[in-house]
């Protein structure tokens, strides 16, 4: 594109600002990835040790993200988790900090944020797809077969289809070869972000 100047001095392709979306798995095999104009950025495994969340870590790759790339706009959206049934109270207790943990910092950072229900980016992103179903090992009182959705694998299919050349292990893990099931839902709640917000 040749470089329009207006009377300004402002070529046209500097005075459309670009917009930064972080999409957040906030589980603790969670995951975070960027994109900005439709390009993924950053993917990284949540920061977690022993199964503690490294706070001061995550609010560094927010600080990175935001101050590296000059964008008019940022836009934050992670999963909105609840208790989960036959979760133990230590699984239920590590998904509220995190929410609460994720909401106080982009409160603290003046960043936008939005929360979405794990259903409603699903369906967003899984249209023409179809679910896969795996074996509850448990029968219906007719004496057949009980299946589930395979939410992690249905939005693997997802996210190959949608991004097939995506790095899906996560920065960071050189050894890694097998998609990292976060580091998916993170890209696949970026890209409903993007695609709506």
């Known amino acids: 594109m040749p470089s329009l100047i ?9 005075m459309i600002m670009s917009k930064l979306y972080i999409g957040i798995d906030p589980g603790k095999n969670g995951g975070i990835v960027a994109k900005i104009d439709g390009k ?6 949540m920061p977690t040790k022993a199964k ?18 000059e964008t008019e ?7 909105d988790i609840h208790s989960m049934f036959r979760s ?3 699984a239920n207790f590590g998904m509220g900090f995190a929410a609460g943990f994720l909401e106080g ?38 004496g057949n077969i009980k299946y589930k959705t395979d939410t992690k694998g249905t939005s693997l299919v997802a996210v190959q289809r949608l ?26 709640i970026c890209h409903y972000a993007e695609q709506n917000l």
């Open 105 to 142: 910092l982009c409160s603290g950072m003046g960043l936008p944020f939005i929360k979405v229900q794990p259903k409603k980016w699903q369906e967003y992103c899984w249209q023409g797809i179809q679910p896969i179903k795996i074996n509850t090992g448990e029968k219906t009182k007719q």
């Open 73 to 79: 706009e940022v836009m934050i959206c992670f999963e």
């Open 88 to 90: 133990s109270a230590t």
């Open 6 to 14: 207006n009377s300004f001095g402002l070529t046209l392709k500097s």
């Open 40 to 45: 993924i950025i950053e993917s990284i495994v």
């Open 52 to 69: 503690f969340y490294l706070t001061g870590e995550i609010y560094k790759l927010f600080t990175n993200l935001v101050d590296s790339y």
């Open 163 to 188: 991004y097939p050349k995506a790095d899906l292990c996560g920065r960071g893990r050189t050894r890694a070869t097998k998609p990292h099931d976060g580091v998916v839902d993170a890209l696949l």
